[in-house]
């Protein structure tokens, strides 16, 4: 670990700083053209959309959302062992921005180019930053939780931002521009972060495990070739030679992400020679991961079903003035941006009383919380069923309660990754943790498959039945953490006493 940089960001290291502006302009872009997606495929082409059918636009939005977070496990791998977090922080971003560029052009090709940018540029850059988050703090530091409690702040504002500025541009510019706004953003984050990359002082600035020389060069002929293999397969989409079905597309790829989650996070544990004391923390992370499968699977219902919902149920008029439907996804923002300084201090102050949850009690929190919200919007939907639309205070409602449950769970289950993965796979680990994000991407957008306009009774099951499975699984996962808290702390339990003698001590 390298010396601090002299001064603090909020008793934080100097380098959280520069993490903190550069996540928050790269989520302003993310978030920004994300609330935009689902709204401008299913739009009609008289007014600038692609008049997707829903079914369609919600499985494209869910590949997309999960490729993003897919890429992240070469991404992380990239950084580990070929370039260095901070490179593929960089790189990363520079790729979105060119992304968020092709997206501002207004042709059906450019949209899907400038969506895979996106998604290759992301897969660099958010497992690494979020790594090199963890990697600022000593083994032990108390700061930890607090500090991803204060980045997870930053990306919400970013958020905010990006809700704001392209809700707004695609009012009264049109949607191109909006797509346009994202691209400044990401390139503000790129200046800010080559202005101030001082401040991690050396963190992660070369590979944790570099390859050797024939090795590093036949993993640069393997990324050429899928690239290549990339842009032939998008040509030959473009030209008609080749059809895909998105819903089958999307169907099929749950189920290999998955496979793939289970087989690398399984080489890992398997094949990486781990200690004993690692493998318990392996275990503890595997629930961590599933519940956060289960969280985002509901939770990312904010861009495609929530957003449809507050677009043609929700009644959206301020008096004469109309509020665009992407302010509505502020709420969230706006809610964590309010409550992240006292979820912080309440991690501190239950720390000093030695009352801190496990990961896996934090997230099984998190679950329940997050899965009311879906019961709010039950009642939403029987009255737009009826034929009503529906006050705006339901979306609000539903929007609070998945920001209490994304603030108990989310910066507790990005501190497990930090913590509990082995120090020679943090890049990696934090890889196949954001793989988690892409299988619930990807679940959620078949969750807004069935979100059938044509068939509005049917929406309050569909809201039943996500919370349902949300608040379920909570609660498996709150049975699990008899055994969960125990293989946390197994490094405390395994200590020897002064007699050379395993201890007995547990942290509660």
């Known amino acids: ?47 600038g959309g692609l008049e997707y059918t829903v ?38 971003g520079i790729i979105i921005m060119c992304g968020h560029i092709v997206l501002a052009i207004p042709t059906t090709y450019s949209f899907f180019v400038g969506l895979i940018l996106v998604v290759l540029g992301t897969g660099l850059l958010k497992p690494n930053i979020t790594a090199l988050v963890g990697q600022l703090y000593e083994d ?18 970013g958020s905010l931002i990006g809700y704001t500025v392209t809700g707004y ?45 024939k090795q590093k060069k036949l993993a640069w002929n393997i990324i050429g070739a899928f690239v290549i293999a990339l842009a032939a397969t998008t040509v030959m989409v473009m030209n008609g030679s080749l059809t895909i079905n998105p819903v089958a597309v999307a169907e099929f790829t749950a189920y290999a992400i998955a496979i793939l989650f289970l087989v690398y ?13 690692e ?33 043609d149920y929700t009644d959206r008029m301020l008096g004469s003035f109309e509020i665009p439907t992407t302010w509505f996804q502020n709420v969230n923002p706006f809610f964590i941006i309010v409550l992240s ?18 990961y896996t009690l934090k997230s099984a929190i998190g679950l329940v919380i997050m899965g009311l919200g879906f019961v709010v919007m039950f009642f939403a939907a029987q009255a737009a069923a009826s034929g009503l639309k529906v006050a705006p205070y339901f979306l609000v409602a539903t929007y609070f309660l998945h920001t209490v449950g994304e603030l108990t769970f989310s910066p507790a289950a990005l501190a497990a990754v930090s913590r509990l993965a082995p120090k020679r796979f943090a890049g990696q680990m934090m890889g196949v943790f954001v793989l988690t994000y892409s299988m619930g991407n990807i679940v959620a957008g078949l969750f807004a498959g069935n979100f059938d306009p044509n068939n509005v009774e049917e929406m309050p099951n569909l809201y039943l039945q996500i919370s349902v499975f949300i608040v379920g699984a909570g609660v498996l996962f709150a049975v699990a953490n008899k055994w969960a808290a125990r293989w946390e702390n197994s490094e405390e339990e395994m200590k020897p006493d002064e007699n050379g003698k395993s201890a007995d001590k547990v942290t509660a």
């Open 55 to 92: 079914a369609t636009a919600t499985a494209i939005y869910g590949l997309y959302t999960a490729s993003v977070y897919f890429m992240g496990l070469p991404g992380g791998w990239i950084a580990d062992r070929l370039i260095g977090g901070q490179k593929a922080v960089w790189y990363g």
């Open 140 to 157: 032990g530091d108390a700061r930890r939780d607090a500090g991803f409690s204060l980045y997870y702040m930053g990306i919400n504002i």
């Open 341 to 358: 300084p006292f979820f912080a201090a309440l991690w501190i102050n239950l720390g000093k009383k030695m009352l801190t949850p496990s």
């Open 265 to 277: 996070f399984g080489k890992v544990y398997f094949g990486g020679g781990l200690s004993g004391v």
């Open 169 to 213: 541009l695609q009012v009264n510019q049109g949607w191109h521009w909006a797509f346009g706004a994202a691209a400044v953003g990401m390139a503000i984050g790129l200046i800010q972060y080559q202005k101030t990359i001082g401040n991690l002082n050396g963190v992660a600035s070369e590979p944790i495990q570099p390859l050797e020389p």
């Open 279 to 311: 493998k318990k923390r392996m275990w503890a992370l595997f629930l961590v991961c599933l519940a956060s499968m289960c969280f985002w699977s509901g939770f990312e219902q904010a861009g495609s079903s929530l957003n449809l919902f507050g677009r």
């Open 1 to 47: 670990m390298n010396s601090p940089t002299p001064g603090t960001f909020f008793g934080h290291p100097k380098g959280l700083q520069t993490l903190f502006f550069t996540e928050m302009w790269e989520r302003m872009s993310y978030y920004g053209m994300r609330a935009l997606l689902v709204l401008f495929m299913t739009t009609s082409l008289q007014t």
